[in-house]
């Protein structure tokens, strides 16, 4: 049977929502375990080219004017990729991360195919069936301190220390559900706006006078096309009526 897994990539995502088609990471925090000894740390905030939602704000405490000097996504993805190297990924919810982080390589022309190890996966199978299996429940259950929730790098020192003391606690026992699992996400590289696209979409938020809720010229083509069908949805074509939509506003 092969090792159970200790040398690995810790990593812990901020993301605008839970929709890796739709949402953009905010914040990346990872720490590259060799032997169960945390070697290097690696940690950034990321320009989502869009206007942070007050419930993103309030949970993470990550600011507009925070992410607004942050570099994009396409500069950060390539150095990221290079400090994981080739060791499993350890995560609350891994694939969450995974999909996210996968689909910025592949939008980037990078191949990107990992294993990994999931630690909500393995308190669902080791911890009380009563006792909840948030990463924050989680952690109060198995005695891992520290402050900062729901900020990327606290959040991936805390993951790293919840699988030592998972492996510690239950590994003689389960070293069979400490194994890397290959993690899969699926994905084909997203193009970018077309010209038009982009023109027909300026040329509907300024006749309806609405505020864009993202940078404009940083959609793919599918966002593009998205949010061109819900500005039609709900205020209609040009020449047409008015309405609301979640996320764009009129101008006060």
Not at 101 to 126: I, M, P, S
Not at 135 to 151: D, I, T
Not at 234 to 242: D, K, P, S
Request: aromatic share 8%.
């Amino acid at each position: 049977m092969s090792a159970m897994v200790n040398s690995y990539l810790a990593v812990d995502l901020e993301t605008t929502g839970l929709d890796p088609k739709r949402e953009k990471i905010i914040e990346i925090g990872a720490l590259r375990v060799l032997d169960g000894q945390v070697q290097e740390t690696f940690h950034t905030l990321i320009n989502p080219r869009r206007k942070l939602r007050s419930e993103t704000i309030e949970l993470t405490g990550i600011t507009d004017e925070m992410v607004a000097l942050a570099p994009d996504i396409e500069e950060v993805i390539g150095r990221f990729l290079t400090f994981s190297q080739e060791i499993p990924l350890v995560g609350h919810r891994i694939l969450f991360d995974y999909s996210f982080l996968k689909r910025a390589a592949v939008n980037q022309g990078l191949k990107w195919e990992r294993e990994g190890v999931d630690t909500l996966e393995l308190c669902r199978a080791l911890m009380p069936p009563e006792k909840k299996k948030s990463l924050l429940a989680a952690c109060a259950y198995y005695k891992v301190e520290g402050g900062g929730w729901h900020r990327a790098l606290a959040d991936a020192w805390r993951t790293h220390e919840l699988y030592q003391k998972l492996m510690t606690g239950h590994g003689t026992e389960h070293p069979e559900r400490f194994l890397a699992k290959r993690l899969s996400y699926p994905v084909k590289r997203e193009q970018p706006a077309s010209k038009r696209q982009k023109e027909r979409l300026q040329e509907l938020l300024k006749y309806h006078r609405i505020e864009a809720p993202v940078q404009i010229d940083y959609l793919t083509r599918n966002e593009a096309s998205r949010l061109t069908d819900q500005v039609i949805s709900a205020y209609g074509r040009l020449g047409t009526g008015t309405g609301q939509m979640d996320g764009v506003q009129k101008p006060r």
